[in-house]
Structure formats: structure tokens, C-alpha cells
């Protein structure tokens, strides 16, 4: 389901979920401000997006990496990738 594609009724909360998470629409927030959740919704989206090329380029290149490699290089994007979050702040 893309972001456009809306699913019928409330969205599907968790019994336990504290109320604090959801905004006025019922749907999850992370951020105080929602246009991040929108853009981290964004990069979310487009880092999968080039984990699906790296896995056509690894195939193209007759790679054949067994699923030990294969988890090994994931991993190693999915550190860059979230490298950002993970450095203390200023």
C-alpha cells in the first residue's frame, strides 16, 4: 500500500498504545511538528527504494552473495542510513 492508498475506518491502534502518540486524526505521530513524520515517511520510502536497486546491482553484477553476505551488506546501509539518529546531538 503506498501513502496515498487510505485504508476504511480508524486506524488500527495498539490496546496498550499510550494516547500521547496519536494526533487529532487517530493516526500515529512521532514528531512535534507533523510535517517531519510526512518526511521521515519520505526518507524511509526512498531509502528502500535504493536498497531494491543495490539488490538489482548485486544481481546485474552476477554477485552471488549468500544470505550471510547479503545480511552483512544490509546492515551496513541500514548504519548509514540511520547514522544521523544514532551520533549524539550538539
Known sequence: MSGSEKTEGPP????????????PDGEPRFFAEPGMDRFVAVVMNLA????VQEERLMALE?????????DAKL????DRVFAPIREPGD
Request: hydrophobic share 35%; charged share 40%.
Open 12 to 23: 488500527i491502534k495498539p490496546e496498550d498504545a499510550p494516547d500521547s502518540i496519536y494526533g
Open 48 to 51: 528502500q527504494e535504493i536498497w
Open 62 to 70: 552476477g554477485e552471488d552473495a549468500d544470505a550471510e553476505t547479503r
Open 75 to 78: 546492515k551496513a546501509f541500514i
